[in-house]
């Protein structure tokens, strides 16, 4: 078996489905690839509609107790057979090539170095004015800014389409569950580095997003994402050097001199005249409310351990 395909699910049944039939259009030999899903909670109606349906490739599916993206992740690394992994999401749509084209890559560059091939992943279909936003002004997924075949950073690397090679997966230690969502593949992507890995952006290897958020649902993930950025540069103190002080001093120009009312009223008149300075602000208020949030919780945790020791002695 040549690739494993990983794909961890939540909430997304559609969106899966719609995913799942791509893949009998991947050109690649049958018996060389497998798709394995792990849905992130036990949902019957999802594992029927699933398994009701004959497909080309070998197909697993699997679920766990709603743990996050990490966990569900490494469950699926964990049963792959294959030499190389891919992982992706539910919402990506593979190219016809996407599994050549890793490969490709991977013989370009000597299959026995540690190399990550970090996948492009634009959006599907037209933009609306707020994804336009999103795709073309380096907030999210901005590998079109990147030149093919270029080293990208450790935390630049994301969920949704990217393949290494299985043992080194788990010589790695697999994903950190402690960051359920998108940062533990930051996470990994900095340990990747920091162990003489490399990340090499693979534009000629795609996958499509086919998930599209509304504006508010998209400032609740930014709350989530500011929450764990924060334990990221806890965590990798010395690799982020600098940058919880500069974040530090962020929150005071986006979340500090605001108000959750004055937000709420630019929310509403951004609907009527969409403005990318505008749509900039409001999603570094919530990033930043989040980043907020959990760095004055450590610090109340850590000034109780203090007040503990003191009182101990």
């Given at each position: 078996?040549?690739?494993?395909?990983?794909?961890?699910?939540?909430?997304?049944?559609?969106?899966?489905?719609?995913?799942?039939?791509?893949?009998?259009?991947?050109?690649?030999?049958?018996?060389?690839?497998?798709?394995?899903?792990?849905?992130?909670?036990?949902?019957?109606?999802?594992?029927?509609?699933?398994?009701?349906?004959?497909?080309?490739?070998?197909?697993?599916?699997?679920?766990?107790?709603?743990r996050g993206?990490?966990?569900?992740?490494?469950?699926?690394?964990?049963?792959?057979?294959?030499?190389?992994?891919?992982?992706?999401?539910?919402?990506?749509?593979?190219?016809?090539?996407?599994?050549?084209n890793?490969?490709?890559?991977?013989?370009?560059?000597?299959?026995?170095?540690?190399?990550v091939?970090?996948?492009?992943?634009?959006?599907s279909?037209?933009?609306?004015?707020?994804?336009?936003?999103?795709?073309?002004?380096?907030?999210q997924?901005?590998?079109?800014?990147l030149?093919?075949?270029?080293?990208?950073?450790?935390?630049?690397?994301?969920?949704?389409?990217?393949?290494?090679?299985?043992?080194?997966?788990?010589e790695?230690?697999?994903?950190?569950?402690?960051?359920?969502?998108?940062?533990?593949?930051?996470?990994?992507?900095?340990?990747w580095?920091?162990?003489?890995?490399?990340?090499?952006?693979?534009?000629k290897?795609?996958?499509?997003?086919?998930?599209?958020?509304?504006l508010?649902?998209?400032?609740?993930?930014?709350?989530?994402?500011?929450?764990?950025?924060?334990?990221?540069?806890?965590?990798?103190?010395?690799?982020?050097?600098?940058?919880?002080?500069?974040?530090?001093?962020?929150?005071?120009?986006?979340?500090?001199?605001?108000?959750?009312?004055?937000?709420?009223?630019?929310?509403?008149?951004?609907r009527?005249?969409?403005?990318?300075?505008?749509?900039?602000?409001?999603?570094?208020?919530?990033?930043?409310?989040?980043?907020?949030?959990?760095?004055?919780?450590?610090?109340?945790?850590?000034?109780?351990?203090?007040?503990?020791?003191?009182?101990?002695?």
């Amino acid at each position: 078996m040549k690739f494993s395909v990983v794909i961890p699910v939540y909430k997304g049944t559609d969106l899966l489905l719609n995913t799942l039939k791509f893949y009998e259009k991947v050109k690649f030999p049958r018996n060389e690839f497998e798709v394995i899903v792990v849905s992130d909670e036990i949902d019957p109606m999802l594992k029927q509609y699933v398994l009701d349906v004959k497909r080309s490739y070998k197909f697993i599916f699997t679920e766990i107790e709603h743990r996050g993206q990490g966990a569900a992740s490494n469950v699926g690394a964990n049963i792959a057979i294959g030499e190389y992994i891919l992982f992706t999401c539910q919402d990506a749509i593979p190219d016809r090539n996407i599994l050549r084209n890793h490969i490709s890559l991977f013989n370009k560059f000597n299959c026995n170095e540690r190399i990550v091939s970090a996948g492009y992943a634009p959006y599907s279909r037209d933009y609306d004015n707020f994804h336009d936003f999103l795709a073309n002004n380096g907030i999210q997924f901005a590998y079109y800014l990147l030149a093919d075949q270029v080293e990208i950073k450790g935390e630049y690397l994301n969920c949704v389409n990217f393949a290494l090679k299985r043992q080194l997966f788990r010589e790695m230690g697999g994903f950190d569950e402690r960051f359920p969502y998108d940062c533990c593949y930051s996470d990994f992507g900095i340990r990747w580095c920091r162990n003489e890995g490399k990340i090499i952006c693979n534009k000629k290897a795609m996958a499509q997003r086919n998930h599209f958020a509304s504006l508010e649902s998209y400032c609740d993930e930014m709350v989530h994402r500011g929450k764990y950025t924060y334990k990221l540069h806890l965590k990798h103190k010395d690799y982020f050097n600098g940058t919880v002080e500069h974040f530090q001093n962020r929150i005071m120009d986006c979340f500090h001199m605001k108000n959750e009312e004055m937000v709420q009223k630019q929310m509403k008149q951004v609907r009527f005249l969409p403005d990318k300075a505008l749509y900039k602000e409001i999603i570094e208020y919530f990033f930043f409310k989040g980043y907020y949030l959990e760095s004055h919780e450590h610090c109340l945790i850590e000034q109780a351990k203090d007040t503990l020791k003191v009182n101990i002695v």
